[in-house]
């Protein structure tokens, strides 16, 4: 019998793994334990995890994205339990919630001018599947461009507009009109618009996967070009939004104007799910046209008083805090501090990135005994190389990083906007020396692979060592 959580958590302490593999999700489980990741996380702050010996962990993941400002923030804390003890009567349904208008005021007033109507959402995924949707009523066209490498979610629609078959292979036919250009092709997006029946071009400013950035003069081009020819630009800020990129939003890097901005993630401060769908007023006449059609796009769970309330804190803090400078700040100590290791280190290829969101490429070595290892661990698996830096970065130095994607020799970082100077270089130093290791041939940091590989074919396809950002 269930007391209380505090109760409960104590008598089953220990059972997470167990009862995920039970019930929920065995290939996971699995994963976690070959690279070394089930750890009994208990409590949370900033940006430090501890397990239930006591030990901190430095959270370079930020729960990939949503902990902008670092987990239990006591002004959200506080904002959710005010809420709670408010009683503020939660999702009246038929109903104009205050907090929820309230948040999205406030939402728009970091939006583009003549973005200035809000459709709340519960996550990144239903976000962009609600700007599918738009884009295509609005428009009257079918058909939506994305790129290469692209992640949008996924659920049927925005999985349809992921640029990586992996993720799709397998689900069918998905949206008809979804087309694949290569990332930053002027040429290629020019040649489908002229054909006529685009409806949308969704793009993420930089990408998740492998952390890309179009060439500078892409941007303002492709929103002309869309622009000229009645095409939606959808720019989906779910990752790189509130902050993390150095901007707000990472549309301002360029001075763009999109027509839909899409955002999820760090907007409740991690707590509860909360995405929108930031527009033009005249696509939303165009869906919900009369009173007839006043519920045309909508969904049960959002407008919440628990999520808007503590989006509402968490906009507060990016600004008490600064911690849009502080993304940036932070984010040039740690691309610097990588980048100064490049001559000494000769698979370490290319930092990049913007603010907070960073990716770090690693590339064939030219010395003849790494180049042979190198060689070998990528005829095992294409994404193995990657977790010879994210493995020992956990087991030997207690930090959570991510490999960027598929088939990719990057590591990502998405560590929360509040780190500090001293946890960038406890990162420097650990990033440093395992770094240093993965050059010493042979050596442990090999004997990983070889590990990671038995256990994955031990395991059989199905558990191929995936542990990046879904
Ligand atoms: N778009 C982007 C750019 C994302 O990074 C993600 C999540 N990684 C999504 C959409 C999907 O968001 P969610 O997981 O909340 O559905």
């Known amino acids: 019998m269930v007391t209380d959580l505090k109760t409960l958590l104590t008598a089953h302490a220990g059972r997470g793994h167990e009862l995920f593999a039970r019930h929920i999700n065995p290939q996971l489980v699995r994963v976690l334990r070959t690279i070394g990741f089930d750890r009994n996380y208990v409590s949370g702050e900033g940006a430090i995890l501890y397990d239930d010996a006591g030990e901190p962990y430095l959270d370079m993941l930020a729960g990939y994205g949503v902990f902008a400002v670092g987990r239990s923030h006591p002004k959200v804390v506080k904002a959710i339990r005010e809420a709670l003890e408010l009683s503020y009567p939660n999702m009246v349904q038929m109903d104009a919630p205050l907090v929820a208008g309230l948040l999205a005021e406030r939402l728009l007033s970091y939006m583009p001018q003549g973005v200035d109507t809000v459709f709340f959402t519960n996550s990144g995924t239903e976000a ?84 890309y950035v179009a060439e500078p003069t892409f941007y303002a081009e492709a929103e002309r070009l869309c622009r000229e020819n009645g095409v939606l630009t959808i720019c989906d800020e779910v990752q790189t939004g509130f902050g993390r990129t150095g901007r707000m939003f990472a549309h301002q890097h360029w001075n763009l104007s999109p027509d839909i901005v899409t955002v999820a993630k760090a907007l409740s401060g991690g707590f509860i799910p909360c995405g929108a769908i930031c527009y033009r007023r005249w696509i939303y006449d165009r869906v919900f046209t009369d009173m007839e059609h006043c519920v045309v796009h909508s969904n049960t769970f959002s407008r919440n008083v628990l999520a808007t309330a503590a989006g509402l804190a968490t906009l507060d803090v990016l600004e008490e805090e600064a911690l849009v400078e502080n993304a940036a700040k932070m984010g040039a100590l740690i691309t610097d501090g990588v980048r100064s290791m490049a001559d000494r280190f000769e698979m370490l290829s290319e930092v990049r990135g913007l603010g907070l969101m960073i990716g770090i490429e690693f590339a064939e070595p030219r010395s003849l005994r790494l180049k042979a290892a190198w060689k070998m661990v990528h005829a095992l698996n294409r994404s193995l190389f990657a977790q010879m830096i994210t493995v020992p970065m956990m087991k030997r130095h207690r930090i959570l990083t991510q490999v960027a994607g598929h088939n990719m020799d990057v590591i990502k970082l998405l560590p929360p906007l509040i780190i500090d100077e001293a946890n960038v270089v406890r990162f420097l130093e650990a990033f440093e020396d395992v770094v240093a290791d993965c050059h010493k041939f042979p050596g442990s940091a090999w004997k990983v692979t070889k590990d990671l590989a038995a256990a994955s074919a031990k395991a059989g396809r199905a558990t191929r060592m995936d542990s990046s950002n879904p």
């Open 128 to 211: 962009n599947e609600g700007a599918i949707k738009f884009a295509r009523k609005a428009t009257g066209r079918k058909r939506i461009i994305y790129w290469d490498h692209a992640f949008h979610g996924l659920t049927t629609g925005s999985l349809a507009l992921n640029g990586g078959a992996e993720f799709q292979k397998g689900f069918g036919e998905l949206l008809p009109g979804a087309t694949k250009i290569p990332m930053g092709d002027i040429e290629a997006l020019t040649a489908e618009i002229k054909k006529g029946d685009v409806a949308a071009f969704i793009f993420e400013p930089v990408q998740g996967k492998g952390v």
